[in-house]
């Protein structure tokens, strides 16, 4: 209450929600007292303290895969906790539980040619740790001088200072810029749909992209670039799966220079895109993955840097040179969150949770395309179980709409009232539901959305 924020003892006391920083929202007063709190969840549904019920079609953070509630997580978890619940893996030191769910992913991904894990928190700290195994082989193998990474303009890679610096976009630099980055270097979106040049396919697009890539690499001297890091789908950017030929063009560029690739499947590992990992869809090959979100269905943080034979060798071969892997996380290989990646693999597995999300890939995205006849809505594009309606004024020039309050937000607002969680970025609403949505949770998302557009006009 404004009573409460007066001076006391000198200092200036917060409201109960002022109390927390909380991430990507804005700060102010009036913003934090129109904050959803919601306490209870189950299955795909959460509730609010109002006790309003919200279908979830965010997943949580693209993340909540199984959705809230599965009884075999929660008693993994909650067996795990009465046996050990915390031990570390420091110093030479292990648990069996850390032992048993590192070899079982490394199986999970050996078909990507997968050898070892390298354990974090959740996708930006395995990102910081993706670049430093890049540097760290560099210096391995005696090329000292390979420091820059190449990064995409409209990515997300975390939050970090590492992972953000990766990040091309504006709102995660805006407030801290401009950022030191003399290691980091961004080349284009690849939206076609935005970014194409009239006349130009999809492919042509793509030839120009990976021109584009190899210029900036020539421009830096290629002895100088140790990695490029690339979402399968851009997540947060905006869902923008690449243009046809994309991967196919850049990854003979990168192995031409000898360059690591990093491939940020922190969103589309396990099974978003209809396959075990988003590099099985786009048949993509790089030498280091990262991993998180759907790999405990957020039960827990918990996230992984999955390393190839090159970047492991390299490490196995130095270990007297540098001594021991100066790197690592208190809570990284967690008991608990073992246990919980453990019991979840074990579901997708059982279950092959990936080619349900195939199976019911055509209903989610036809249906939703229709929505491209609606005069607000330039494209609706994505993959598996991640979408994007991106709104325009103009249809022919797809200039973004200039009103005060962007009708993405609008229309996320909308679907709240309506019972249905969004994201709203920009001019673009996100959806990506858990990989166990049915068909009449689709069913239920789609009437949401119909009546949330209603209301639009
Ligand atoms: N990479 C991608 C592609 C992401 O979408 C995210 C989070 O949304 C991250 C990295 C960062 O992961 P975390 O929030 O677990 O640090």
């Not at 076609?192 to 009239?198: D, F, T, V």
């Amino acid at each position: 209450c404004a009573a409460c924020l007066g001076r006391r003892g000198g200092l200036r006391a917060y409201s109960a929600l002022t109390s927390n920083l909380a991430p990507f929202t804005n700060p102010s007063e009036k913003e934090r007292n129109s904050a959803v709190t919601l306490v209870r969840g189950e299955g795909v549904h959460v509730w609010d303290d109002q006790g309003n019920k919200y279908l979830d079609g965010l997943a949580g953070l693209w993340s909540n895969a199984l959705g809230n509630g599965n009884e075999r997580v929660i008693g993994a978890a909650h067996a795990q906790l009465k046996k050990l619940a915390y031990q570390h893996t420091f110093w030479n030191r292990t648990t069996d539980i850390a032992e048993e769910y590192t070899r079982r992913l490394v199986d999970f991904a050996s078909h990507r040619g997968v050898v070892q894990t390298f354990m974090s928190c959740g996708g930006s700290d395995a990102n910081d740790t993706n670049v430093k195994l890049a540097w760290y082989y560099w210096n391995a193998v005696g090329q000292p001088s390979r420091k820059t990474v190449i990064a995409r303009h409209g990515a997300y890679h975390g939050v970090t200072i590492t992972a953000s610096s990766m990040s091309g976009l504006d709102s995660i630099h805006k407030g801290y810029g401009p950022l030191p980055l003399p290691w980091v270097r961004h080349v284009s979106t690849p939206h076609y749909w935005r970014n194409g040049l009239p006349g130009e396919t999809e492919e042509e697009y793509s030839s120009r992209l990976a021109k584009e890539l190899e210029d900036l690499i020539l421009r830096e001297g290629p002895e100088t670039i140790a990695a490029f890091i690339a979402e399968p789908v851009m997540g947060a950017g905006g869902v923008i799966p690449p243009p046809k030929g994309y991967f196919q063009k850049i990854q003979p560029i990168l192995q031409k220079y000898d360059i690591l690739f990093i491939l940020d499947e922190v969103i589309t590992a396990f099974g978003r895109l209809g396959e075990r990992f988003g590099s099985d869809f786009f048949d993509i090959q790089p030498d280091l993955y990262t991993v998180a979100k759907a790999m405990s269905s957020s039960y827990y943080p918990l996230g992984a840097a999955l390393i190839t034979e090159r970047v492991a060798d390299a490490i196995k071969d130095q270990a007297n040179k540098f001594g021991v892997f100066g790197h690592g996380y208190t809570y990284g290989g967690h008991p608990v969150a073992c246990a919980i990646g453990l019991e979840c693999l074990n579901i997708y597995e059982e279950t092959s949770i990936w080619d349900h999300v195939k199976l019911m890939t055509p209903t989610f995205q036809l249906t939703l395309k229709q929505l491209e006849t609606h005069p607000l809505v330039g494209e609706v594009r994505g993959e598996g179980f991640m979408l994007a309606i991106e709104f325009v004024s103009d249809k022919a020039t797809k200039a973004p709409l200039g009103t005060s309050v962007p009708p993405a937000t609008i229309l996320a607002n909308e679907c709240m009232k309506n019972g249905l969680l969004v994201r709203s970025t920009g001019n673009v609403v996100v959806l990506a539901p858990s990989l166990v949505f049915t068909m009449e949770n689709f069913q239920e998302l789609f009437s949401k959305l119909k009546a949330s557009f209603d209301s639009f006009d």
